[in-house]
């Protein structure tokens, strides 16, 4: 299934996609949805069919936002997880490239959430390094700690797109990631989630990002240094997982900050962020 938030009479409201249409779903937001567990899933696969069935309209209409757009905790980020990235990032600060042994973590806060369609803020006088972050969008369905590898993917409920926007001077600045990735609007997440039984293998997904239509980023999430059920079991290691907690896996190379010469976003510029079988956001620059 493909699930929405999008604005129906003016309110958020949960969707359904099929056939290019969207169904809305009275009662329940994504998090509630996700909650619930799987046993609500399979009656809500049968909405579009069921009597009386609310029809919003087609896909093409509506107004989507981020598929959680307030989300109850902290994005969870994950660095430097495609060897080429970590290469790259390193050379761009004049050091030795080093692969992490262990996962990295850091978070977004929720008010960076941003719509798969929205316009980035852009404010020259916070940042003027603001750079472009492809990555897969893991959506966590169930509640759980200590999760084994072996055991990870049945806590998945589904996959989304997320560009890890980051202003590089305030990284720069602050020595650390949180407030670089966490300006207002930083993280277009969208354009809907993919339950985890549509993507047969999360691993072998294309991603891409372009910059008024100019590749900039090509990978393929096989290149990921830990693979999912790796970062879930490390972050549930003494730490409980909660349904609708959303984990940005990281992203490959091809990043502004370390092109030859560096590489940043101006306003009236379009960046679309695409994974395979999943989805495309697009937003452009304000400003």
């Known amino acids: 299934m493909r699930l929405v938030t999008f604005l129906h009479h003016n309110q958020p409201a949960l969707g359904l996609v099929r056939d290019e249409t969207v169904t809305a779903v009275h009662g329940l937001s994504m998090l509630d949805l996700i909650a619930a567990g799987p046993g609500i899933h399979a009656n809500l696969s049968a909405l579009p069919q069921a009597a009386g069935a609310l029809v919003a309209g087609p896909l093409a209409g509506a107004q989507l936002l ?8 902290n994005i969870i ?40 369609y929205s316009d980035i803020p852009f404010d020259p006088a916070v940042s003027t390094q603001i750079d ?38 305030l990284q ?20 809907w989630i993919v339950t985890a039984d549509e ?37 549930s290691r003494g730490m409980t997982l909660e349904p609708g907690d959303v984990i940005a896996t ?25 994974v395979d079988g999943v989805g495309t956001i697009r937003n452009r620059i304000a400003g």
């Open 199 to 235: 993507v047969a293998d999360p691993h072998a997904l294309g991603i891409r990002c372009r910059v008024n239509g100019v590749i900039k980023q090509e990978a393929n999430t096989s290149q990921m240094i830990f693979k999912i059920p790796a970062l879930i079991e490390s972050l």
């Open 77 to 116: 980020c994950v660095g430097l997880n495609y060897v080429e990235h970590a290469k790259e990032s390193a050379e761009a600060r004049g050091r030795e490239a080093k692969i992490p042994a262990v996962p990295v973590f850091f978070t977004k806060a929720t008010h960076a959430v941003n719509g798969p």
């Open 132 to 169: 472009w972050e492809a990555e897969l969008g893991v959506i966590i369905g169930r509640r759980g700690k200590n999760i084994s590898q072996a055991e990870a993917m049945h806590y998945v409920f589904g996959y989304t797109v997320i560009n890890d926007v980051s202003a590089r001077d």
């Open 172 to 191: 720069s600045a602050h020595s650390q990631f949180f407030k670089g990735k966490s300006l207002d609007g930083a993280c277009p997440m969208g354009p």
């Open 66 to 73: 981020a598929p959680i757009p307030n989300p109850r905790r």
């Open 250 to 274: 990281g992203t490959p190379s091809g990043v502004g900050f370390a092109r030859t010469p560096p590489e940043f976003l101006k306003p009236g510029d379009l960046v679309e962020c695409e």
